[in-house]
């Protein structure tokens, strides 16, 4: 069985500063990795995956994570947030095997840009 | 985006009526997921669909059912609607990966999600 731990529910950063939102997650196997964004009333949409190989994965709208497999972790970066970024941000791991249907979630992170 | 449409969008109804959701989708994804999502539990699996007929129990399933009679239909019931089933309901979908869906594998690959289903039991 996977886990996914958000370690922080809710971040406030100032408008043009820079964001990091982490994610830990635990798995006795080999895993895909996602980010997922959902703005206010909508549903989720992806912002970024890693599959395999590099483990730097750039996604829209300027986020990138790095994928470290010796802490377990895929923590998510943006430079410079904007007003735009104030959103609900979760982290999902899926096994990478055959049978992996299944995509586990963090509980989420809120994101509120201060302008 | 992918073409994945949730009907109804809000639904409001009374402890004990049945309820049905529906999922949609245009992309002939062979994989279909119901989720629920609560404050402060992220999303949770309730069922999903690995082809026409063919569906199994997610994490938190019990007191939902689910039917897919066509590729581009999932819907999920609540035969007895409870208040603790009031919530926010999201239907995804994937495609297998390549080769590992070409022998009949299950890979899945990044999960698309419709808009949701806001239900209200009272």
């Known amino acids: 069985a996977q886990s996914v731990t958000q370690l922080d529910s809710q971040v406030p950063v100032f408008e043009e500063a820079p964001v990091e939102l982490r994610c830990n997650y635990s798995?006795?196997?080999?895993?895909?990795l996602f980010w997922y964004v959902q703005y206010p009333n909508q549903g989720l949409q992806l912002l970024l995956k890693?599959?395999?190989?590099?483990?730097l994965v750039k996604g829209i709208n300027g986020f990138e994570a790095e994928f470290n497999k010796s802490q377990t972790s895929f923590h998510l970066r943006k430079p410079s947030v904007h007003i735009s970024d104030t959103a609900e941000y979760f982290c999902?791991?899926?096994?990478?095997?055959?049978?992996?249907?299944?995509?586990?979630f963090g509980k989420g992170t809120k994101l509120s840009v201060i302008p | 985006d992918a073409g994945i449409t949730q009907s109804p969008r809000h639904k409001v109804t009374e402890t004990g009526t049945p309820v049905t959701l529906r999922c949609h989708q245009t992309?002939?994804?062979?994989?279909m997921y119901w989720y629920r999502q609560d404050p402060g539990h992220g999303l949770r699996l309730i069922h999903y669909?690995?082809?026409?007929?063919?569906?199994d129990k997610g994490e938190v399933s019990d007191g939902y059912s689910v039917s897919r009679s066509k590729t581009e239909d999932f819907l999920l019931t609540l035969e007895s609607a409870t208040s603790s089933q009031t919530s926010v309901y999201f239907c995804?979908?994937?495609?297998?990966?390549?080769?590992?869906?070409?022998?009949?594998?299950?890979?899945?690959?990044?999960?698309?999600f419709g808009p949701g289903t806001r239900l209200t039991v009272l």
């Open positions: 995804a979908i994937s495609e297998s990966l390549g080769l590992a869906g070409l022998r009949g594998g299950s890979s899945t690959d990044t999960q698309y």
């Open positions: 798995s006795s196997v080999s895993v895909y």
């Open positions: 890693y599959l395999s190989g590099s483990t």
């Open positions: 999902a791991v899926s096994p990478s095997g055959a049978g992996s249907y299944q995509l586990t």
């Open positions: 992309e002939n994804h062979r994989y």
């Open positions: 669909s690995y082809g026409v007929k063919d569906t």
